[in-house]
């Protein structure tokens, strides 16, 4: 089992952060969109890993790290992944921009 805990100040902390962002539904989505949803997410879930089908494969985690090793010479700089739904799914991806996780004194994490 993994020792997590709260990096201190003397700690050499180095992390690597994934943010993922998504647009959300323009007009917002009622209660009851969202649990129909959910619902429905739920049920797709169930029924595919009752078919016995993989959600993560080697090839398709070989496939994204050759997608990330890559994306410098690549003009849209996207991992895409096929989602549940047999749908490709894009998430952009930024490199170089720094963001502050953690202030020394605070008793939370901001990790996004």
Known sequence: MADWRIP???DDVNPFVILATADLPNP???QQEKRDELTA???LIQAKYDAGTPFFTRSLFRDVVRQLETIQQREERT???PGLDGLTVQFPVETGNEYQYFQPGEDRICIM
């Open 8 to 10: 201190s100040d003397g």
């Open 28 to 30: 917002p989505m009622t």
């Open 41 to 43: 997410t739920h049920r």
């Open 79 to 81: 991992v895409s992944i």
